[in-house]
């Protein structure tokens, strides 16, 4: 049985730091390409970060320089620095495992339950 647990989210003040961890079992974690999608209200759904299976990373425009995402293959998990946070990073945090890329679009093969992040003063 697949499983993909987040912890981490929550309330902090603009200008604050979460860290979000996605915690897996039921898969073979190396071969997976790992990230985190998100969706606030009435927006699409945005691809915050990936680490591929080879330790690649890459950001949404809007994160660079202040989210770090990585991945420890010892602990099937994934995690997600966010600093600086800013209202607008308000959304539901959801990470995935895909085995294929395809033009660094991931085809997700499974899905966590999603993580609420809420910026606010």
């Known amino acids: 049985q697949v499983q993909l647990g987040e912890s981490g989210g929550g309330l902090v003040q603009p200008g604050g730091s979460l860290r979000l961890t996605c915690a897996t079992s039921?898969?073979?974690?190396?071969?997976?390409?790992m990230g985190w999608y998100r969706q606030a209200p009435g927006k699409q759904r945005e691809l915050v970060a990936l680490?591929?299976?080879?330790?690649?990373?890459k950001y949404a425009d809007s994160v660079k320089g202040r989210f770090i995402i990585s991945r420890d293959n010892a602990k099937n998990a994934v995690y997600l620095q966010m600093n600086s946070l800013q209202p607008e990073d308000t959304a539901v945090y959801s990470c995935f495992a895909a085995r294929q890329l395809r033009s660094w679009e991931p085809r997700v093969d499974y899905w966590g339950q999603g993580s609420q992040v809420t910026v606010s003063s």
């Open positions: 680490v591929t299976l080879d330790y690649i990373t």
């Open positions: 039921g898969i073979i974690f190396r071969i997976y390409n």
